[in-house]
């Protein structure tokens, strides 16, 4: 389930965002020769977002935002989640993470004609989980991530883009190994 309103904030457009997810999970792997089963199902972690354009995106009326006419918009957006989904510590597959995750994130997007260029960036940060597998501790360093977009709109309102995305870091350790 989710539920987003948009907001003005201080006259730029922005939107507020709550997600309450909910998932069934099924795995089978084998560690060695020993084949390992599990499933889990719930409701999964809550997830807050803001998002607010700094330039470029006032927040407009209907009659307004016909006549809006694209230049270049910069933005921000941060993202948390919230360990409350559905966790045994005794399980490898699970629906909640018993942790927390921070995403800070900005992009901006220039319009030239019927084409958009975009750039963005982000940070995924994690807290650790401290009942991994029992009593051990799961970290992870920062996943950062960059992505690009080339859009081109026909006039009939189609679009197709071109996009590529990079990401980098995320190693992830237990008990600091």
């Keep these: 389930a989710s539920y987003t309103r948009i907001i003005d904030a201080w006259g730029q457009s922005g939107k507020i965002s709550l997600v309450l997810p909910y998932g069934e999970l ?14 889990s199902e719930g409701l999964s972690d809550p997830l807050v977002k803001a998002s607010i354009n700094l330039y470029g995106a006032p927040a407009l009326t209907l009659d307004q935002f016909k006549s ?21 510590s005794n399980q490898m597959i699970n629906v909640g993470a018993n942790r927390s995750l921070i995403q800070p994130a900005m992009g901006l997007s220039q319009a030239l004609g019927p084409w958009r260029l975009e ?11 401290t009942s991994y597998l ?8 920062p996943i950062y991530s960059g992505e690009t977009h080339v859009i081109y709109y026909f006039p009939n309102t189609a679009w197709i883009s071109a996009d590529a995305t990079y990401f980098t870091g995320g190693q992830t350790y237990i008990n600091g190994n």
């Design 26 to 39: 099924t795995g089978t792997g084998k560690l060695g020769t020993q084949t390992i089963n599990a499933s």
């Design 68 to 88: 809006y006419q694209q230049d270049l918009i910069i933005g921000a957006s941060i993202a948390a989640t919230i360990p409350w989904g559905e966790y045994n």
């Design 119 to 129: 750039l963005a960036g982000m940070a995924t940060i994690y807290t650790s989980n």
């Design 134 to 141: 029992g009593s051990n501790t799961l970290s992870q360093n």
